[in-house]
C-alpha cells in the first residue's frame, strides 16, 4: 500500500514531467512557424525573382537589361533549390515521432546547462522563457557527438562541454 508522502512525490513527479512535455510541446511549435516563415520569405524572393527575370523582349532592351535578366533568372534557380530544401527538412521534421526520448536521437529536445538542443531540424537559436534553444539536424558533426546520450551524461565538442540535464 503507498503512503501518502510517496503518493505526492509521484504527482509531483508526473506534473513535472507534464509540464516538461509542455515544454517540449511549445519549443516544437516555435521551430515549426519560424520554419515556416523563412519558407514563407524564400517563396516571397523566389516570386520577385522570378518577375524580374521575365522580361518583355519585344521592347527594346539593351545587354546590360539580358545580363541582369540572366542575373535573376539563376538567382530564382537558386531559391528554388533553396525552397525544396526547406520544404524537405520542415516535412521530415513534421514526420518525427516527438514522443518522450530517453537517449539523444532524432525528435528528442535534449536541455543541457547552457544551450538547448532540438534534434531533427536545422533551427536558428532563439530563446524561449529565458533560455537558449537551437534546431539540430541529425547530419551535423555535433550530432555525431550527442547521438545516444543520456541523462546526466557529459558531451564535449569543439572545446565546449555540455552536461544533460534531461532529454525528452
Not at 521592347?59 to 520544404?87: M, N, P, V
Not at 541529425?138 to 552536461?163: I, M
Request: aromatic content about 10%.
Amino acid at each position: 500500500m503507498i503512503n501518502c508522502i510517496e503518493l505526492k512525490v509521484k504527482i509531483a513527479y508526473f506534473y513535472s514531467k507534464f509540464k516538461i512535455m509542455e515544454l517540449k510541446d511549445k519549443i516544437r511549435e516555435l521551430i515549426i512557424e519560424n520554419e515556416r516563415k523563412e519558407l514563407n520569405g524564400l517563396k516571397e524572393m523566389f516570386k520577385t525573382h522570378s518577375k524580374a527575370a521575365d522580361l518583355d523582349e519585344d521592347t527594346s532592351l539593351s545587354s546590360e537589361d539580358f545580363a541582369q535578366q540572366d542575373q535573376f533568372r539563376e538567382s530564382a534557380k537558386g531559391l528554388e533549390i533553396r525552397i525544396s530544401q526547406a520544404k524537405a527538412a520542415l516535412d521530415n521534421f513534421l514526420n518525427l515521432d516527438h514522443g518522450s526520448k530517453d537517449s539523444v536521437e532524432p525528435g528528442a529536445m535534449v536541455l543541457t546547462d547552457s544551450l538547448n538542443f532540438y534534434i531533427g531540424i536545422s533551427a536558428t537559436l532563439f530563446e524561449y522563457e529565458g533560455k537558449k534553444f537551437i534546431g539540430l539536424e541529425p547530419n551535423a558533426p555535433f550530432y555525431a557527438a550527442l547521438r545516444d546520450a543520456k541523462k546526466g551524461d557529459e558531451v564535449s565538442y569543439n572545446q565546449h562541454q555540455y552536461k544533460i540535464l534531461d532529454i525528452l
